[in-house]
T-cell receptor
Framework: AQKVTQAQTEISVVEKEDVTLDCVYETRDTTYYLFWYKQPPSGELVFLIRRNSFDEQNEISGRYSWNFQKSTSSFNFTITASQVVDSAVYFCALSEVESNYQLIWGAGTKLIIKP | DAEITQSPRHKITETGRQVTLACHQTWNHNNMFWYRQDLGHGLRLIHYSYGVQDTNKGEVSDGYSVSRSNTEDLPLTLESAASSQTSVYFC????????????FGPGTRLLVL
């Protein structure tokens, strides 16, 4: 069974729309960490956020926000007023004790923002 | 500014040749990682190191080796390149502690003919 599921393979929206990328994880650990990375068309992997399992507060950074809900094992990522530069593949990842803290990656969601 | 670099950025080689990909970080991070990224497989861990002289196998280590002689560098060697090793290779580093954030290099595109 996949430990990190990003069910949306590809999402396409028009610029200025809000978009939410889903991430559902599975772990038996009580201490774990969740991450989001962005991979733009240029190919590099850019770190966006790290959240530990004890901090369920939502995070906002400019147009980006993250909703962490332990009850549903989800760590969703929302982009408000999307822009063409947001076009990228976004990866969610899990780090847990059971896996010796190795990053367990989701398959990624390709986000296309149309002008 | 501290950074992580990889070289070469692009490499074409022939099957059977030995290839070494370089990774250098100036963050003084203890942890360093090598991943490969292929369509349909996402990111897969090849090898990792938690400090000088420490190396560990990851999920897809067959055909690859690493050595860590200093904090800054973790070169990845393909002993005898195979076409199945055509991929994009990413190096990453993080502070001590497995839960710390990994920061990635720009990647190396390797084509094995």
């Amino acid at each position: 069974a996949q430990k990190v599921t990003q069910a949306q393979t590809e999402i396409s929206v028009v610029e200025k729309e809000d978009v939410t990328l889903d991430c559902v994880y599975e772990t038996r650990d009580t201490t774990y960490y969740l991450f989001w990375y962005k991979q733009p068309p240029s190919g590099e992997l850019v770190f966006l956020i790290r959240r530990n399992s004890f901090d369920e507060q939502n995070e906002i950074s400019g147009r980006y926000s993250w909703n962490f809900q332990k009850s549903t094992s989800s760590f969703n990522f929302t982009i408000t007023a999307s822009q063409v530069v947001d076009s990228a593949v976004y990866f969610c990842a899990l780090s847990e004790v059971e896996s010796n803290y190795q990053l367990i990656w989701g398959a990624g969601t390709k986000l296309i923002i149309k002008p | 500014d501290a950074e992580i670099t990889q070289s070469p950025r692009h490499k074409i080689t022939e099957t059977g040749r030995q290839v070494t990909l370089a990774c250098h970080q100036t963050w003084n991070h203890n942890n360093m990682f090598w991943y490969r990224q292929d369509l349909g497989h996402g990111l897969r861990l090849i090898h990792y190191s938690y400090g000088v002289q420490d190396t560990n196998k990851g999920e897809v280590s067959d055909g690859y080796s690493v050595s860590r002689s200093n904090t800054e560098d973790l070169p990845l060697t393909l002993e005898s390149a195979a076409s199945s090793q055509t991929s994009v290779y990413f190096c990453a580093s993080s502070e001590s502690g497995g839960e710390e954030t990994q920061y990635f290099g720009p990647g190396t595109r390797l084509l094995v003919l």
